[in-house]
């Protein structure tokens, strides 16, 4: 059964940083497009980034563009999320899943706090 593991959040000031991880037991990762979503209090969750299973192409949500940047390392069975210029509306739990149908059971996700 495959498992995802998020990791990395925490609380930061605005225009702070922080660095996403994800891992993944089994090969999922192989052939498949990965994404990093978040959910906010109250609100659906939402796509914030994609990469294509080669690491060749990216996409964004226009709300990150410019700030957030996805990796992966087919090797490690990881995808990352580099966050930075983060501001308050980033505050959600981020989570990793493959990018399209059918998605895997969803991990714990990890906290992701931007407050002064």
């Known amino acids: 059964q495959v498992q995802l593991v998020e990791s990395g959040g925490g609380l930061v000031q605005p225009g702070g940083s922080l660095r996403l991880s994800c891992a993944a037991s089994?090969?999922?990762?192989?052939?498949?497009?990965m994404a990093w979503y978040r959910q906010a209090p109250g609100k659906q969750r939402e796509l914030v980034a994609s990469?294509?299973?080669?690491?060749?192409?990216?996409s964004y949500a226009d709300s990150v563009k410019g700030r957030f940047t996805i990796a992966r390392d087919n090797a490690k069975n990881a995808v990352y999320l580099q966050m930075n210029s983060l501001k308050p509306e980033d505050t959600a739990i981020y989570y990793c899943?493959?990018?399209?149908?059918?998605?895997?059971?969803w991990g714990q996700g990890t906290q992701v706090t931007v407050s002064s």
């Open positions: 899943n493959k990018l399209n149908s059918p998605l895997v059971d």
């Open positions: 089994g090969s999922i990762f192989r052939g498949y497009a």
């Open positions: 990469i294509n299973s080669m690491a060749t192409t990216t």
